[in-house]
Structure formats: structure tokens, C-alpha cells
């Protein structure tokens, strides 16, 4: 189902909206083909994997008049420590609650106005809510962090590793493998409902949702905020621009290895390939969107969104449609596309999310 929001949207924006659903089955001549859903599972899987380590998890509890603040850390890997933030109801007559997991955006972190004021919502709602840093963001940032330092330099040592054996993927992919751990991590608490666990992210923290949520089956409910996205969709037409810009210096910085007086195509390509390897094909947004049916899953996204372009999202929704068609589970699919919105995190956004989470979580 495909509902554009606004009390006053044009008929012709609806049309025009519908028509590039089907209109965008192939790019620039080729057709969009998609390895089968167990592959895209299982190599995503192997790609992430590492050695399992305990999650040592600590945290201090906060009891206000409102809700239940817990503060506190586990362990992904052996020293990577991941930074917690837990909001839950006061008072409640179940032992167990249903989680929701909240992801920040690039340069952000757990203690964001918008995803604090998200985890006291979903904690009023009757929800536990959970939002970690993802990686290089936040407390796993440091000092000296201006303008987002440390997450470009994690990626431009990235792609200057020639190990293989020692690559990493600090772009998306190693905060994906945090979330598996994070998940490991929930369903071990006393007060947790382990087959209710949400998830929804803005942004970057959206697209880690769509990775980490399509291949993670004890993720019940999604919902990716401005995130869906074809990356091969946007290197194809030219509309890389805004993905890049949210790690610049990494792409300048590559540019000037590859012997470019600026950035293009072909060595974004370059950077995409070395530390997201398969984003532009089993592992983009449309092929994984897949995974999702038939769980419950809600995409919202903007019309004018600089960094997920509508042309490439339409692709992800008529990727998800299908998919959703052939389990016979499309009322628990639905898209939302906000008109003449850029690249932002709406009041409408959250108003959608929380009543899908309380419908089917």
C-alpha cells in the first residue's frame, strides 16, 4: 500500500508517484534481478561474522516520576564496548515489555534531543526503548571530534587496510553486527519479551535497521525513517551527492589516492565496494527489503530527500510490494512519502511509527 501524507496532496503527485513504481523495473536499460532471499541471508551473515565474545552488559537505573531511565554498556566483541540508553514505563503490570530499538543518525548519538524525546515517547506508550552509539559516533567517538572526525577517519583507514583478514566496515556494516549482539543482549533480560522486539532508525540509523533487521528474524516490527534508498539506483543516475556528503572527507580522501581532482562516480564506486562490499547488488536496499516479509513493516520517507532519492526508494517499495504480495501479507506493509520534505525527521514520522508499533508489536 503506498500513501503519500498531507491533507492537501495533489492528484498529479499521487499519479506521478504510482507510475515510477512500475516505470523503474530496470536502470539505464538493465533490469533489476535479485540473488534468492536464503543467499542474501546467508552472506550477509558470513560477511559480519567475527568471534562471539559475552556482553558483560553494566548499567545504572534512574527512577523518575515518569519512566525508568537505564544507563549503561555491553560488549559486541571482545573491547568493543556499546554505549546504552534504556527509557521504560514506571510502572507496569507485566514482568515482561515489548523493546523498541532506536537508531541515531550520521554525526548523532543515543543522547540526541530527537532520540531521547522518541525513547521517553515509546517508554509512555507501555514500550522498554533502547537506543545505542553506533559506532565512532557518540561515546565510542572520543575527543576531538569535530565535524564528525572520527567516523571519517575509521573509514579511510578502512580503506587503506590491504588485509583482508583485518577489514572492517565502519560504514553501516560493523554497527549492523553491534545490533545482532545488541538483540543477543535483550532477549537474555528478565525484563524483556523476547518475540517482541522492534526496530527503527533516521537516516544512517535507518539503513542499519533495513541490514540488520532483514536477515535478523527475532526483529518483529520495522521501521526505517528516511532511509530507503537504491545505492546502485543513485551511482547509476548521478545521484550520489547527498549519501557521500554525510562522509565527506573519507570520499575526498579517496578521490586524491585514486589521482582525482574531486569526486565522482567511479571512485565512490571504489569506496562503496572496498567497505560496504555487495551494496550495489545483493546487499542494497531493494534486494534486502525482501527479507522483511512478512513481518510487519513500515517505510516512511520524504519526496525531496537529497541523500535517499525518491526515484531509488521507489524501487525499494515496489521491491517490498512484491515480496509482500507473494506471502500474502500486504497489510503489513505499509509506505508513507511526505511531499515537498528534503532530507529531515518529521513530527508525522514519529506519529506513524508509534501507532505501528502499537498495532503490531
Known amino acids: 500500500m503506498l500513501i503519500k501524507s498531507g491533507l492537501q496532496v495533489k492528484h498529479f503527485l499521487w499519479l506521478t508517484s504510482l507510475l515510477l513504481i512500475f516505470q523503474l523495473e530496470t536502470t539505464n536499460g538493465q533490469p533489476y534481478s535479485y540473488v534468492p532471499e536464503s543467499k542474501v541471508e546467508k552472506d550477509f551473515k558470513a ?39 534504556i527509557n521504560k514505563p514506571v510502572s507496569s503490570k507485566l514482568k515482561k515489555l515489548p523493546v523498541i530499538i532506536v537508531l541515531h543518525g550520521t554525526g548523532g548519538s543515543k543522547d540526541d534531543r530527537d532520540i531521547r524525546a522518541l525513547l521517553y515517547h515509546f517508554s509512555k506508550l507501555g514500550f522498554m526503548s533502547i537506543a545505542i552509539d553506533a559506532r565512532f559516533h557518540g561515546e565510542r567517538a572520543g575527543t576531538n571530534n569535530k565535524n564528525n572526525r572520527r567516523y571519517n577517519d575509521a573509514i579511510i583507514e578502512a580503506w587503506e587496510n590491504r588485509d583482508p583478514k583485518k577489514q572492517a566496515h565502519p560504514f553501516f556494516f560493523d554497527t549492523v553486527y553491534d545490533l545482532w549482539k545488541l538483540t543477543d543482549y535483550l532477549i537474555t533480560r528478565k525484563d524483556v519479551e523476547p518475540s517482541r522486539i522492534g526496530m527503527t532508525g533516521i537516516s544512517m540509523g535507518g539503513i542499519e535497521t533495513w541490514m540488520a533487521a532483514s536477515v535478523d528474524k527475532r526483529i518483529k516490527v520495522s521501521v526505517p525513517v528516511i532511509a530507503a534508498q537504491s545505492f546502485k539506483w543513485s551511482l547509476e543516475n548521478n545521484r550520489w551527492q547527498g549519501r557521500a556528503g554525510t562522509i565527506r572527507a573519507a570520499h575526498e580522501k579517496v578521490a586524491a589516492d585514486l589521482g582525482d581532482k574531486t569526486i565522482n562516480s567511479e571512485n565512490v564506486k571504489a569506496l562503496w565496494n572496498k567497505i560496504l562490499p555487495g551494496i550495489l547488488d545483493e546487499f542494497d536496499c531493494p534486494s534486502m527489503i525482501r527479507l522483511f516479509s512478512p513481518r510487519p513493516l513500515l517505510l516512511l520517507s520524504n519526496a525531496e530527500d537529497q ?52 498495532k503490531w508489536l
Open 307 to 358: 541523500n535517499c532519492p525518491l526515484p531509488g526508494a521507489e524501487i525499494v517499495f515496489k521491491s517490498a510490494q512484491e515480496a509482500y504480495q507473494l506471502k500474502n501479507a500486504s497489510a503489513k506493509l505499509k509506505i508513507n512519502v511526505t511531499p515537498n520534505e528534503p532530507h529531515r525527521f518529521l513530527p508525522e514520522h514519529e506519529k506513524l511509527a508509534s501507532e505501528w508499533f502499537t
Open 47 to 85: 560477511l559480519l561474522a567475527r568471534p562471539a565474545t559475552t556482553p558483560r552488559p553494566y548499567s545504572i537505573t534512574t527512577v523518575t516520576d515518569s519512566i525508568v531511565i537505564e544507563k549503561g554498556y555491553f560488549y559486541s566483541e571482545e573491547t568493543e564496548k556499546v554505549p546504552f540508553l
